[in-house]
């Protein structure tokens, strides 16, 4: 039936309802990357992960009816793993780079990891995203501690090992997305310590693992930060115990006259302050969406 000036089709107005731009602000944090070690012998002198790619931005114009991605990405798994992406819209952070070991380089990713104590390349961070890891102390004379370098972070380089103390994780950042604060996200791993009068390498500032030494365990990174996980050690009579990276998360902020929809597997908390929410995702999967109403 036509008449009064639109046309109805079945029980629906045709074309739906027309988007509204508007704009908001955004912090992807991809996962971090696990501490660097191994379960075999002589492998244990491992470098601590790098913090999990970070992007943000104060402007992004988005619209109503548009459905956009969204993944949150996990922290690489035990034993020299990278963290997994973090996405929304066509925002992708890159996660962070695995600590390396004994003959084992560490890997490049968002931030890269630190190096294990010898034979070990530092990993390398994504310009814009993170920062490289620090170095190990190199090859071991008789008699003297050494270990493994930090992961990096976001903000800052993880630092070198010394003979007394392995390197600390490079310090993550926090982003003000206006009204609010994000916290301190994406803290590097810190690097393992060998011999018993030697320091592991503390985690870095925004969720990083401390690192291991011969009587205290690797500590994982924080969930949701994007921190790199602690180096490996041997603690607990377990050689090789690194720790696990910390998942990312993304953080929408946008006017509070707009509602975020989130597909089924979507976890998310949401505050309001000064005309704005900012909603926080801590869980997102490769099919997961959110709409703007």
Same mark, same amino acid.
């Given at each position: 039936?036509?008449?009064?000036?639109?046309?109805?089709?079945?029980?629906?107005?045709?074309?739906?309802?027309?988007?509204?731009?508007?704009?908001?602000?955004?912090?992807?944090?991809?996962?971090?990357?696990?501490?660097?070690?191994?379960? &075999? +012998? %002589? /492998?244990?002198?491992?470098?601590?992960?790098?913090?999990?790619?970070?992007?943000?931005?104060?402007?992004?114009?988005?619209?109503?009816?548009?459905?956009?991605?969204?993944?949150?990405?996990?922290?690489?798994?035990?034993?020299?793993?990278?963290?997994?992406? &973090?996405?929304?819209?066509?925002?992708?952070?890159?996660?962070?780079?695995?600590? $390396?070991?004994?003959?084992?380089?560490?890997?490049?990713?968002?931030?890269?990891?630190? &190096?294990?104590?010898?034979? +070990?390349?530092?990993?390398?961070?994504?310009?814009? %995203?993170?920062?490289?890891?620090?170095?190990?102390?190199?090859?071991?004379?008789?008699?003297? /501690?050494?270990?493994?370098?930090?992961?990096?972070?976001?903000?800052?380089? $993880?630092?070198?090992?010394?003979?007394?103390?392995?390197?600390?994780?490079?310090?993550?950042?926090?982003?003000?997305?206006?009204?609010?604060?994000?916290?301190?996200?994406?803290?590097?791993?810190?690097?393992?310590?060998?011999?018993?009068?030697?320091?592991?390498?503390?985690?870095?500032?925004?969720?990083?693992?401390?690192?291991?030494?011969?009587?205290?365990?690797?500590?994982?990174?924080?969930?949701?930060?994007?921190?790199?996980?602690?180096?490996?050690?041997?603690?607990?009579?377990?050689?090789?115990?690194?720790?696990?990276?910390?998942? $990312?998360?993304?953080?929408?902020?946008?006017?509070?006259?707009?509602?975020?929809?989130?597909?089924?597997?979507?976890? &998310?908390?949401?505050?309001?302050?000064?005309?704005?929410?900012?909603?926080?995702?801590?869980?997102?999967?490769?099919?997961?969406?959110?709409?703007?109403?």
């Amino acid at each position: 039936m036509t008449g009064f000036g639109y046309n109805v089709n079945g029980f629906g107005v045709s074309g739906g309802a027309s988007p509204v731009p508007f704009d908001l602000q955004y912090t992807v944090v991809a996962g971090g990357g696990s501490g660097g070690g191994s379960p &075999s +012998s %002589q /492998q244990f002198i491992g470098g601590g992960g790098g913090a999990g790619g970070t992007l943000y931005s104060t402007s992004l114009t988005v619209s109503t009816v548009t459905a956009y991605a969204l993944t949150v990405g996990a922290g690489g798994a035990l034993y020299n793993n990278n963290g997994s992406n &973090s996405t929304f819209h066509n925002i992708t952070s890159t996660g962070g780079g695995a600590g $390396g070991a004994y003959n084992l380089n560490a890997s490049s990713g968002g931030s890269g990891g630190g &190096s294990g104590y010898t034979n +070990s390349a530092i990993g390398s961070g994504t310009a814009g %995203q993170g920062k490289n890891g620090g170095a190990g102390t190199g090859a071991n004379p008789p008699n003297t /501690q050494f270990g493994g370098g930090g992961g990096g972070g976001m903000g800052t380089v $993880g630092e070198n090992a010394s003979t007394t103390v392995a390197g600390r994780g490079g310090n993550g950042s926090n982003i003000g997305l206006s009204p609010f604060s994000t916290g301190t996200l994406a803290g590097g791993g810190g690097g393992s310590a060998y011999r018993n009068t030697a320091t592991w390498g503390a985690g870095g500032a925004g969720g990083g693992g401390r690192g291991a030494n011969t009587t205290t365990a690797a500590v994982a990174g924080t969930a949701n930060t994007g921190g790199g996980g602690g180096g490996g050690g041997t603690a607990s009579g377990v050689t090789g115990a690194s720790a696990a990276g910390g998942s $990312g998360t993304v953080i929408l902020v946008y006017p509070d006259s707009f509602t975020a929809t989130f597909t089924g597997g979507v976890t &998310s908390s949401t505050t309001t302050s000064g005309g704005f929410k900012k909603t926080q995702v801590t869980a997102a999967g490769p099919s997961d969406k959110v709409t703007f109403g």
